[in-house]
């Protein structure tokens, strides 16, 4: 069965410092990638998605993804992080299957202090 | 209603009973999802619907059942809750296109005793 593996599991970042968080997934067919954010106490949003095309997405608020299906990853990148990006990020990955349900990874929690 | 309402929005519930959480969305989605969220584990499938009256059994179906009666409902039930689903239920849809971006309702809380 396919996986999903976030590596940082927490990670705390003093504004403005860059934010890198890893995913890498196991499934070797055709798939579609998605960060979500869940705020505290809020439900997931999506950040980003990758379908086919550029492998270096850009989503809200100043977040980009980068694909490279050679490592079967999607890494979630930010420049600068704020306070405001104290969160839970999920990857998440869906392959062309007759479920097309989601398999999420285990999530990273970041908090950033100000 | 805009996107996708969950209710009730917490629940503390006593082992044994029986409990539906229910799930509606405004956006004519053929696909929708339950999914719970518990810490250091991401959310997990527990049954899916592609399109109204078809059903499906994603990671973690044990314990719980779902309907898909019309295009805008997906209710959750458990038969006889216990203490390990204690957890936080998201219901989710799509479109159910190849592309399956999904979108999330707010929750809910549930507590089993």
């Known amino acids: 069965a396919q996986s999903v593996s976030q590596h940082n599991h927490h990670v705390i970042l003093s504004e403005a410092a860059s934010l890198e968080l890893g995913c890498n997934y196991s499934?070797?067919?055709?798939?579609?990638l998605f960060w979500y954010v869940q705020y505290p106490g809020q439900h997931l949003q999506l950040l980003l998605k990758y379908f086919s095309g550029d492998p270096l997405v850009k989503g809200i608020k100043g977040f980009e993804a980068e694909f490279i299906k050679s490592k079967f990853s999607f890494n979630l990148r930010k420049p600068s992080v704020q306070w405001s990006d104290t969160a839970e990020y999920f990857c998440a990955v869906n392959p062309y299957t007759g479920r097309r349900a989601l398999t999420f990874g285990s999530g990273t929690r970041l908090q950033v202090q100000p | 209603i805009a996107g996708i309402t969950q209710a009730p929005t917490s629940q503390i519930l006593a082992a044994g009973r029986r409990m539906t959480l229910r799930c509606t969305q405004d956006?004519?989605?053929?696909?929708m999802y339950w999914y719970r969220q518990d810490l250091g584990l991401g959310l997990r499938l527990i049954h899916y619907s592609n399109t109204a009256g078809t059903t499906g059994k994603g990671e973690v179906p044990d314990g719980y059942s779902v309907s898909r009666a019309n295009t805008d409902d997906f209710p959750l039930t458990l038969a006889s809750a216990v203490p390990s689903q204690t957890s936080v239920y998201f219901c989710a849809s799509s479109d159910g296109t190849s592309y399956n971006e999904q979108f999330f309702g707010p929750g809910t809380r549930l507590t089993v005793l």
């Open positions: 499934y070797g067919g055709t798939v579609n």
């Open positions: 956006m004519r989605h053929n696909a």
